[in-house]
């Protein structure tokens, strides 16, 4: 039985088979080497960063570091498209951190992610805030596995 050079884990293909229409904007190219402590690259030139399991002391930023910090960018980016369709200007300061979580399912047989998105829309109303993050969140929701759910300030 012939190896696959290359296997798909997930793709968003899913959610445009469902029958929605869209079109692919920007394709990202990234490669790891080295595991944990290795490399990791973009195929532009713009990332080129050294890994390290969390907690090793080891120079370096671990995935769930790179993950946080791209999901919150993101977020941010769904805020954005939130405001736009309430007329709601977003703060220069909004901004989003991220607690992402690594943890080991099945009697630790398996690892899981988890991650929780903290929003921070200083100058705006607890109304227009609420409006904005739940609107973004089932924004996101609808493109990754899983849920977003906005928890109350």
């Given at each position: 039985?012939?190896?696959?050079?290359?296997?798909?884990?997930?793709?968003?293909?899913?959610?445009?088979?469902?029958?929605?229409?869209?079109?692919?904007?920007?394709?990202?190219?990234?490669?790891?080497?080295?595991?944990?402590?290795?490399?990791?690259?973009?195929?532009?030139?713009?990332?080129?960063?050294?890994?390290?399991?969390?907690?090793?002391?080891?120079?370096?930023?671990?995935?769930?570091?790179?993950?946080?910090?791209g999901?919150?960018?993101?977020f941010?980016?769904?805020?954005?498209?939130?405001?736009?369709?309430?007329?709601?200007?977003?703060?220069?300061?909004?901004?989003?951190?991220?607690?992402?979580?690594?943890?080991?399912?099945?009697?630790?047989?398996?690892?899981?992610?988890?991650?929780?998105?903290?929003?921070?829309?200083?100058?705006l109303?607890?109304?227009?805030?609420a409006?904005?993050?739940?609107?973004?969140?089932?924004?996101?929701?609808?493109?990754?596995?899983?849920?977003a759910?906005?928890?109350?300030?």
């Amino acid at each position: 039985m012939a190896v696959p050079s290359s296997i798909t884990l997930y793709s968003l293909r899913r959610f445009f088979d469902d029958g929605n229409t869209g079109k692919t904007i920007y394709t990202a190219q990234t490669r790891a080497t080295g595991g944990r402590d290795g490399r990791g690259t973009s195929a532009d030139g713009e990332l080129n960063v050294r890994l390290s399991p969390p907690g090793s002391g080891w120079p370096g930023s671990n995935p769930e570091q790179l993950l946080g910090v791209g999901w919150s960018a993101c977020f941010i980016g769904a805020l954005r498209r939130a405001g736009q369709n309430f007329a709601i200007r977003l703060p220069e300061d909004a901004a989003v951190a991220a607690e992402v979580s690594l943890g080991t399912t099945d009697g630790g047989a398996g690892f899981a992610l988890s991650a929780r998105l903290i929003v921070e829309l200083p100058g705006l109303a607890a109304e227009e805030k609420a409006r904005l993050v739940a609107s973004a969140a089932a924004e996101s929701s609808r493109r990754v596995a899983g849920t977003a759910s906005p928890e109350a300030p």
